[in-house]
């Protein structure tokens, strides 16, 4: 114990140093969502459905090829037609993550059975190198 308190510094700074190792491992285990190389291969092999739950104006200004604009708001009462097959996978887009976390559990209530959000939004998406579209 007298270690500890003669050598409070250096205790501190190998804390410190822990925590600053520890946390993108924390961090990527808190993030709910598929990662974008996830996405792709939902994409490519299961033919997913891409719907981006951003405001028009953030889904013009460039989102995933082939994705479907339904605004959160309007998840509820736009998604079955939008995206009719509730049977193949669904992958929901933001910019952050977090609204397409709410659209989330709204399909999964109105009966969509393979329902993921892009853990990280479009952010992610980007941060990956993966292709945008915009529309014109």
């Known amino acids: 114990m007298n270690f500890l308190i003669d050598n409070w510094m250096l205790v501190s700074v190998a804390v410190i140093s822990g925590t600053a190792l520890l946390l993108p491992a924390l961090q990527a285990m808190g993030a709910p969502g598929l990662t974008p190389t996830q ?3 939902l994409i490519n092999r299961e033919k997913a459905h891409v719907v981006d739950v951003r ?5 013009a200004s460039g989102h995933l090829i082939g994705a479907r604009h339904v605004a959160v708001e309007n ?3 736009e998604l079955a037609k939008a995206v009719p097959d509730k049977k193949r996978p669904l992958i929901l887009v933001c910019a952050s993550g977090m609204r397409s976390q ?8 109105m009966g969509y059975e ?3 959000s892009l853990g990280g939004g479009l952010k992610n998406w980007q941060d990956a190198n993966l292709p945008l579209e915009k529309t014109a």
């Open 55 to 59: 405001s028009a104006e953030e889904f």
């Open 102 to 109: 709410k659209a989330q559990r709204i399909a999964l209530q």
């Open 114 to 116: 393979k329902v993921h």
């Open 39 to 41: 996405a792709v291969l």
């Open 75 to 77: 998840i509820a009462a």
